[in-house]
């Protein structure tokens, strides 16, 4: 015990020792407060993520009824919060992904009503 007393008195009056034990002890206490923060609620603010939405379907009479699948599909997305959705056009899409205004563009095609999985 007499020895590790030693050895502190030694560090305290060496300044240059001191300032290095602590750094060497502030480095990873900011290194886990810094990460920790980037991975604790990776999803928490994607409401804020710009995604551009294009509608290209077109509706069709099917049994004596109107289906706009591609408009039905649109305002369940306007209701989302989950992302920060942008309704615009083709060319406002590919402008706005080119400039960087928005992270992905997601096209619903002319047939979207017609569009199955593949299996």
Do not use: C
């Not at 900011?30 to 710009?50: C, I, N, R």
């Amino acid at each position: 015990m007499k020895m590790v007393r030693n050895e502190w008195r030694f560090i305290r009056h060496n300044r240059l020792i001191l300032l290095s034990v602590i750094v060497m002890t502030l480095i990873p206490f900011l290194y886990s407060v810094f990460f920790l923060k980037s991975v604790w609620d990776p999803y928490g603010e994607t409401q804020a993520l710009p995604v551009a939405v294009v509608n290209q379907d077109q509706p069709v009479k099917y049994n004596g009824e109107t289906l706009n699948v591609g408009q039905q599909t649109v305002q369940k997305l306007k209701h989302n919060k989950q992302l920060g959705w942008r309704f615009v056009s083709a060319k406002q899409a590919q402008q706005g992904l080119k400039a960087k205004k928005y992270y992905t563009v997601i096209t619903l095609p002319k047939n979207f009503r017609r569009t199955r999985p593949q299996r």
